[in-house]
């Protein structure tokens, strides 16, 4: 899939789960740092999978929405996740994957402290 970079996908998935975000909110969300999500949302919204409209009450407040054209990366997204999921974790225990991932979100949790 050539629609997107990772660091676009994770931008993706989480207005897939939420619709509309702040720049703010997709920071906290994506780890990603406000700088660089500037000109990233510059080339999704150019490409015309993401549209910013700015926050009728507060004009410094910019939302930022996905498309119809990026709803439509959903299911190969997911295909293509479930398939490096499989890659990631083979040869391992069902115990040994949620362990690992328990142990990754309690990093997250340490970084974001």
Do not use: C
Not at 27 to 35: C, E, F, G, I, Y
Not at 43 to 55: A, K, Q, V, W
Not at 58 to 71: D, G, L, W
Request: hydrophobic share 35%; glycine share 4%.
């Amino acid at each position: 899939m050539d629609a997107f970079n990772g660091a676009q996908g994770r931008i993706l998935y989480i207005l897939w789960e939420h619709k509309r975000l702040t720049i703010t909110e997709i920071s906290r969300l994506t780890s990603l740092a406000k700088t660089s999500l500037t000109s990233m949302l510059d080339r999704m919204e150019e490409s015309g999978l993401i549209e910013r409209t700015p926050d009728k009450q507060n004009r410094r407040q910019i939302f930022v929405s996905i498309t119809e054209k990026a709803m439509n990366y959903r299911d190969d997204y997911d295909r293509v996740s479930e398939q490096m999921n499989h890659l990631f974790y083979q040869g391992f225990t069902e115990k040994e994957v949620k362990d690992f991932e328990n142990a990754l979100r309690r990093i997250i949790a340490n970084l974001e402290n």
